[in-house]
Every structure is written in structure tokens, then in C-alpha cells.
């Protein structure tokens, strides 16, 4: 059985950092691609950044240049480093696991992800 579980949330003024850490269990984890999602109240989920099986990650346009996903899988774990956040970049950010193994497309799409984490808050405030 998958299991994910976050840490790293917390509260943080804007331009500050938090690194985010997903430590997955159940699989091999180096097999599979890994992503992290976030939830702000009364909005939709939406796709912050993903990691391939190996090698190739990619970022939503609104963090890039900011966030850094990077993962360990001597660990069985990813992180989302989160720099210059931002008062909207409060939610509550999720990873996820694609349960197709070695799929060479990252998924954008929530729909893509099939086991999830039970989410961590960070709330930047002003």
C-alpha cells in the first residue's frame, strides 16, 4: 500500500522560504514520477511541480524561477523549496504519486496523480 506523507508546512512571512518534503512508501520509489499540488480556499487544485522517474521535472509558470522541486530516492523522498513566496501562494500543497511506472510524460493534471498525500498548510502572511 502507498503512502505519502508531507511535512514542512507552516506560517511564513511574504519573501521568506519553505522547503515542503514528501516521503513516500510502499513502492520503489525512484520508478515512478512524483508531483506536488496546492488547494487555496474556495479554489480549485492546481499543479505546482513534478518530477520524472528520472531526470526531467517540470513547474508551473507561476513558480518557476521561484520553486524547485528536487527528490532523493535514497530517501524515498521529494521536496518542493519554495523561495520569494507570495501572500496567494497560501494553500494547502499535496504530492502526489503517478502509479504508472516509468511514464516518460509528467503529469499536469490532478487526474494523472493516484495516490496523494494528506496535505500540508503554509500561509504566507503580509
Known amino acids: 500500500q502507498v503512502q505519502l506523507v508531507e511535512s514542512g508546512g507552516g506560517l511564513v512571512q511574504a519573501g521568506g522560504s519553505l522547503r515542503l518534503s514528501c516521503t513516500a512508501s510502499?513502492?520503489?520509489?525512484?520508478?515512478?514520477?512524483m508531483g506536488w499540488f496546492r488547494q487555496a480556499p474556495g479554489k480549485e487544485r492546481e499543479f505546482v511541480a513534478a518530477?520524472?522517474?528520472?531526470?526531467?521535472?517540470t513547474s508551473a509558470d507561476s513558480v518557476k524561477g521561484r520553486f524547485t522541486i528536487s527528490r532523493d530516492n535514497a530517501k524515498n523522498t521529494v521536496y518542493l523549496h519554495m523561495n520569494s513566496l507570495k501572500l496567494e501562494n497560501t494553500a494547502v500543497y499535496y504530492c502526489?504519486?503517478?502509479?504508472?511506472?516509468?511514464?516518460?510524460?509528467?503529469?499536469?493534471?490532478?487526474?494523472?496523480?493516484?495516490?496523494w498525500g494528506q496535505g500540508t498548510q503554509v500561509t504566507v502572511s503580509s
Open positions: 510502499g513502492r520503489t520509489f525512484s520508478n515512478y514520477n
Open positions: 518530477f520524472r522517474w528520472r531526470g526531467a521535472s
Open positions: 502526489a504519486l503517478d502509479s504508472r511506472r516509468a511514464r516518460s510524460e509528467i503529469a499536469t493534471s490532478d487526474t494523472g496523480y493516484e495516490y
